[in-house]
DNA sequence: GTCACTTAATGACCATCAGTCATTTTAATT
DNA sequence: AATTAAAATGACTGATGGTCATTAAGTGAC
């Protein structure tokens, strides 16, 4: 049926414009300062209406941390089309993500606040939840088959578990990453401040680290020299 | 005068009983569902009273992430005492707070929350905030000693900036506990589960990638074989 | 064209909770 | 015993997440 569909259409389009609102709101305040009334008013609609296309404001976010964990999986996706070393894709993952949270503050915040939910059966009944589980085992899974590549192509040392070394590097991505989230929202930071340290030569050095610990003999002058290239790692 | 004395001591104490009620409450719950009048009563205290020593809710939370970070690093503080390498101290410094966070999910769930905690002002003019940076700037100091007496003793490549490495290090670090912290509490971590990865070997593998990235040849082998220490971080 | 019915939207209303403040209680001092 | 200062109280307020009875719009059968 033509009316049923344009139906869906409306009601998916109604969504997105609510998520479109509610991330305009909440990146500019963060959640615990926005109210869903004011969310509700931005898009131009009353908060019971809210109510019918998200079941509360928790769900609501998990809705725009899904758009986010979409946005940054697209942009991971992309790279294997390319031609590629694995050590160069490792290169690349990790700057893709740098790139991600710079471009993309709100969402990675968001991301934070999804990790540091706790109560496990929310996470397991939200179908946004389970969205954001995904993409993170599907990012998880670009970097295992970066590894194998570099394995296979000999720019990986082999004696490495993947899976394991996978999950490490992404960990510790993750903690850099986080770093430079905290600079670039200026949190007080005296340490970095101190030191003045920057997000950049942290992550050169990060890599160089990491390049340093996977890489084979043959690999580590190209890793060390690979062009920087950039991946634009903003919406549409 | 005596009766001074007395009554500054009876006002720590308090502070501390409330502080002590509200963790509790807090790590049984979390903050976002514990409220003030439940911590009050726990505390044997009424609501008004709380606000008497603590300005907020924040703020109270504040105070026990200060309480954490505290015990953390008297932790760190420690290990300088015996005798030990500098690549050592590196395993130890990464040992120590993993177990942190195994034995103290509460306090890491706090120092999660106050690192995204974006109110620059809010944490400016918290005294207890001003608290968790000095120690968060000592730790990594921890960091930056270990690293130096690393190259110093020879253990630790010297062709990197010891505080751009305490740094990363420290953030990498950060990233491997989150995860520890995500599979201890149960939260829902699809990736992990279905590759079975275990937080020990997580850990093991990541002290060897850093390992090879910073440790001198001669220092490899010691630094593969370390026996792990158990180091008491519950607080007394 | 109209009427019955379904779906979408509304906003007044409710319950909860962080934070306040006038009042009371307790302790110290004279 | 009276006075004063400090500590504690809990009723109260305002804000906000979430609900639900009611209204409005759209649809299709006749």
């Known amino acids: ?26 990146f500019g305040k963060g959640i615990e300062q926005s109210t869903m009334s004011e969310i509700a008013e931005k898009a131009e609609l009353s908060k019971g209406t809210i109510y019918l296309y998200f079941k509360n404001k928790n769900e609501l976010y998990l809705a725009i941390t899904q758009r986010g964990s979409d946005i ?10 390319g031609d590629h070393t694995g050590i160069e894709l490792i290169r690349l993952i990790g700057e893709i993500y740098l790139d991600f949270v710079r471009s993309n503050p709100g969402y990675f915040k968001a991301f934070q606040f999804y990790e540091s939910m706790n109560d496990v059966d929310e996470l397991r009944n939200s179908e946004y939840a389970q969205c954001c589980e995904d993409n993170r085992c599907e990012a998880i899974n670009f970097m295992i088959r970066a590894l194998q590549i570099g394995m296979q192509d000999g720019t990986i040392d082999d004696s490495y578990d993947p899976k394991e070394l996978a999950v490490l590097i992404w960990s510790s991505t993750r903690g850099i990453t986080t770093v430079s989230y905290m600079k670039g929202v200026g949190h007080y930071f005296k340490a970095l401040d101190e030191m003045e340290i920057k997000t950049d030569s942290l992550f050169e050095n990060f890599l160089k680290l990491v390049g ?3 890489a084979t003999e043959k690999a580590r002058k190209q890793w060390m020299t690979a062009s920087h290239k950039k991946i634009e790692t903003t919406k549409d």
Not at 1 to 23: N, T
Not at 74 to 81: G, K, L, N, S
Request: net charge negative; charged share 45%.
């Open 1 to 26: 049926m033509g009316i049923e569909d344009r139906k869906a259409r409306e009601k998916e389009k109604r969504r997105e414009q609510i998520l479109d609102a509610a991330e305009e709101v909440i």
């Open 72 to 81: 940054l999986n697209d942009c991971f996706a992309r790279i294997f089309a």
């Open 212 to 214: 340093t610990g996977i």
